[in-house]
């Protein structure tokens, strides 16, 4: 897709050319590390311009310093959540809620929605969790010496507590996960016809669940009440889509980088093994170095920023990923270091709109590792096979075959 001209209001030496679609290392890699890629742009400004950094070819501002990051981020007066990323395929305009909306409305949703994904809710829902992740390890430890851990545990693992809590049935797991992998990595033709699709199912379940309630997200969600009234069919749209796109592929992913990294480092992988109290550590320090999504806001009104003339209307990019890598907030920011102190690494966001799930994907990703570490014996990537990496607007991980033969 052609890419946008840069805008009149942008210094020609402030355009770099880079994209987390394009650059290399986003394109789909064979042993690809699309993270280390990415930290380079920390050799240049700290905010430049981007001509191509959306997946429909819109430039963006690119945001380099985590301090930076956080300002926009904080900033909801001046730089806007609202950009309809889904409904965009569809060419409409309506937001994912309540990360697509701006305050005061979105403190009224988020106040909704926060006891679901509470870390009290969270321990509620651990038992089940484990339960997985134990099931799985077993089934696979049991039926041979290797497999292909994003289809053999990563998806079927999370996918399957998030169809818990969205009340749907676990046989549709290839089915969902599908559309989620057509709408965040396929192309200009299967973007919008996932997007199509997971708007009907998720109209169709709010239908079902208004007529036959049950205990789960969605009934919840059309039984809701936000100041006096009750949600309306966009509102209940919003909220289902977004949950249901969040929660299939950014945990799976995350767990699979993180499973690619351990096959690499058999020190750091026998380390966990025969100290699991230093699992939790290390998941904050993956998280730090395989972070998986973007943030984008878009300027409400004209700003100078840090020197970058920002006018109403720009998009500007905070990706996790650049965050992550600064070297001005992490000592060896391209070194991993499972036992790194202080860890505030930006995964999860910041400001108002840091991510609902951020407590339950914790406790996914460490109760993955931990039971994966405890049944499946010392693994690396299996010869002849090379996972393939991509960028994008949420990084992504497949073909990881993992070996222990």
């Not at 077993?138 to 009340?167: H, Q, W, Y």
């Not at 049935?169 to 709408?183: E, M, R, S």
Request: hydrophobic share 40%.
């Amino acid at each position: 897709m052609a890419t946008n001209p840069v805008p009149d209001h942008v210094p020609p030496e402030m355009v770099r050319n880079f994209s987390l679609f394009t650059s290399p290392g986003m394109l789909p890699t064979p042993n690809g590390d699309p993270h280390a890629a990415v930290a380079c742009v920390h050799a240049g400004p700290p905010i430049f311009y981007s001509p191509f950094n959306t997946r429909d070819g819109r430039g963006t501002w690119v945001i380099t310093r985590a301090r930076d990051q956080r300002r926009v981020l904080q900033d909801a007066e001046t730089f806007s959540s609202h950009r309809s990323i889904f409904a965009s395929a569809l060419g409409e305009n309506w937001p994912m809620i309540p990360l697509e909306l701006d305050p005061p409305a979105h403190s009224v949703f988020r106040s909704l929605l926060n006891p679901l994904l509470s870390p009290r809710r969270v321990r509620v829902l651990e038992a089940a969790v484990r339960e997985r992740a134990i099931a799985l390890t077993e089934r696979i430890a049991a039926s041979g010496t290797s497999c292909d851990v994003m289809k053999d545990f990563t998806f079927p693992f999370t996918v399957n507590i998030f169809l818990r809590f969205l009340g749907l049935p676990d046989h549709q797991l290839d089915t969902f996960v599908g559309w989620a992998n057509d709408l965040l990595h396929g192309d200009y033709v299967k973007r919008p016809a996932a997007a199509r699709t997971i708007v009907a199912f998720i109209d169709e379940l709010a239908s079902v669940r208004r007529k036959e309630p049950a205990d789960d997200f969605m009934t919840f969600v059309v039984q809701a009440q936000v100041e006096g009234r009750r949600l309306t069919d966009e509102e209940v749209r919003g909220i289902g889509v977004l949950v249901f796109v969040a929660g299939l592929d950014t945990v799976a992913a995350a767990i699979g980088f993180d499973l690619a990294y351990l096959a690499r480092n058999p020190k750091d992988q026998e380390w966990l093994r025969s100290e699991p109290d230093r699992i939790v550590p290390a998941a904050e320090e993956l998280l730090r170095a395989y972070p998986t999504v973007q943030m984008i806001r878009v300027a409400k009104k004209d700003i100078d920023f840090e020197g970058a003339p920002i006018r109403k209307g720009d998009y500007v990019s905070c990706a996790t990923m650049i965050a992550n890598r600064d070297p001005a907030e992490f000592e060896s920011p391209n070194t991993i270091w499972l036992a790194r102190p202080d860890n505030r690494h930006a995964a999860f966001g910041y400001g108002p709109h840091r991510c609902l799930g951020s407590h339950l994907a914790r406790r996914e990703i460490v109760i993955g590792l931990e039971e994966w570490l405890a049944r499946i014996p010392a693994f690396r990537i299996k010869e002849g096979t090379a996972p393939i990496t991509c960028g994008g607007h949420v990084f992504g991980i497949e073909n990881l075959i993992l070996d222990w033969s």
